[in-house]
């Protein structure tokens, strides 16, 4: 790809990334304040594992079928009006939730629809974010820039559910949702702000604009022609399948012997774990050979599971907490500076968005799966009535409710390693890194000077 740079592209561009980081820093302690009180919200409604999953599946499920027609999407549209409207919607999602609330008509199908609408957006949000990017920031920090937008989701996993605890039980849900449309407000002002490039069109993205739906299938095309980055996205599918499939049940399963003050410690460490974790990656950057860093950190993301489900104690679990919720961002910054620094910035976006959608693909069967799995297998299984109990099995896990649960993360942790081991063993994917070439070069795509001075002013841009 050809580039008019300059040398003082990366310090300005890195100003731009700042700015647009903390407007979602900000968005994002507010939607974590609303999901914390939600989740509260439902079991004291319901009481069961199964509507937790069935949320999960309605956040996620539209991410996964519309990514790639967003991704086509992203790289036709300015990104920066496409992150714009993303953060109205999402905002304007949460002010119907304000609304049904106000008029005593919020139902639990209520929170299905609000999370399947937010997670249209984020389907179009996040390719976005992610492809603008890599026009920001120079190729040597994008590890770093990666661990930064971690410690983003991780300040508000820190913060909001000691915050959202305390509020809920005082105030209720209405506070809460309000907190969240306002922060919505700082992402959006921080995107008026700033001035994000259009990529340069390479001549092998030239070449494949065209008609929408071949646009769609060029990200699956780039992938299958790349056996590295395809294999890796199958290793993600499994990561991500077996993380969820136990994840989506942590409330279920510190709520089944603590009270929403023990949820909220156990998150309150696990984002400040991610931040630690955050923290170590944007001043690291990760290991040199980024597939080595993926591999270690998703294997000890493995044992934090494991350990979270040995026994019906906060101390213990908030201990799994740390060691996953560590491990996350330095596994997840690793993987996304490798993609970054391989895949054309042209083509992006709907690359990414393919990635998205193959390796959050059996996701959904994990949110499907969990409840059922919880409420009607492993928790009869670890049952006091039930043989099981009296095995080795029994004896370290314990008896009763919630134990069932447990039994679910030590068994997705050992899955894991096995699937850690498994990718490991396949040369193509251990490789990538020496048999595909960096498709960016080291600094990020020329701003032109007139939006580096409006920019620096903090005058509004019209991109």
């Excluded at 407000?185 to 069109?201: D, R, S, T």
């Excluded at 974790?277 to 980024?290: E, H, K, L, T, Y």
């Excluded at 709907?350 to 919880?374: E, H, K, Y």
């Amino acid at each position: 790809m050809t580039s008019t740079q300059t040398p003082d592209a990366a310090p300005t561009g890195m100003k731009t990334f700042l700015t647009i980081w903390i407007g979602q820093l900000v968005s994002v302690i507010g939607s974590n304040l609303s999901r914390f009180a939600l989740g509260v919200w439902i079991f004291e409604q319901t009481g069961k594992a199964t509507p937790f999953a069935l949320a999960a599946l309605a956040g996620s499920l539209p991410a996964v079928l519309l990514g790639p027609i967003a991704g086509a999407l992203v790289d036709r549209w300015n990104r920066r009006l496409v992150m714009i409207a993303a953060d109205t919607g999402a905002a304007l999602a949460t002010v119907s939730a304000v609304m049904l609330l106000l008029t005593g008509r919020l139902e639990i199908w209520h929170v299905y629809v609000i999370a399947l609408i937010g997670s249209i957006f984020s389907a179009f949000q996040e390719p976005a974010y992610m492809a603008s990017v890599t026009l920001l920031v120079p190729k040597k920090d994008l590890g770093r820039a990666s661990g930064m937008m971690q410690a983003g989701d991780a300040v508000g996993q820190l913060i909001a559910p000691l915050l959202a605890g305390l509020l809920y039980v005082a105030l209720g849900l209405v506070p809460i949702f309000v907190i969240d449309f306002v922060t919505f407000l700082f992402a959006v002002g921080a995107l008026i702000l700033v001035h994000i490039p259009q990529p340069e069109k390479s001549g092998e993205a030239t070449e494949m604009r065209g008609a929408l739906f071949g646009e769609v299938l060029y990200g699956w095309r780039y992938l299958v022609a790349r056996a590295g980055l395809i294999s890796m996205l199958i290793y993600f599918a499994l990561v991500n399948f077996f993380a969820n499939l136990s994840a989506v049940l942590s409330a279920p399963l510190i709520l089944s012997f603590a009270n929403a003050d023990g949820l909220g410690i156990v998150q309150t460490v696990g984002g400040f774990a991610m931040l630690a974790g955050s923290i170590v990656m944007g001043m690291w950057g990760g290991p040199r050979r980024r597939i080595l860093g993926v591999y270690g950190f998703i294997a000890l993301m493995g044992v934090g599971l494991m350990v979270t489900g040995l026994r019906p104690s906060v101390p213990i679990i908030a201990a799994g907490f740390f060691v996953m919720m560590f491990a996350m961002p330095l596994a997840a910054g690793s993987s996304q500076a490798l993609w970054q620094s391989k895949v054309d910035p042209a083509v992006q976006g709907r690359v990414f968005a393919t990635r998205s959608m193959i390796s959050r693909s059996i996701m959904p069967l994990a949110f499907l799966l969990a409840g059922p799995l919880a409420d009607r297998v492993f928790e009869p299984l670890m049952s006091a009535e039930n043989a099981i109990t009296n095995s080795a099995i029994g004896s370290v896990l314990g008896m009763g409710a919630g134990r069932g649960v447990g039994l679910i993360f030590v068994i997705s942790g050992m899955f894991l390693l096995l699937a850690t081991a498994a990718a490991y063993a396949y040369p193509r994917l251990r490789l990538v890194e020496d048999e595909l070439p960096d498709a960016i070069p080291d600094v990020p795509v020329d701003v032109p000077a007139q939006a580096q001075e409006e920019t620096l002013s903090g005058a509004p841009v019209v991109a």
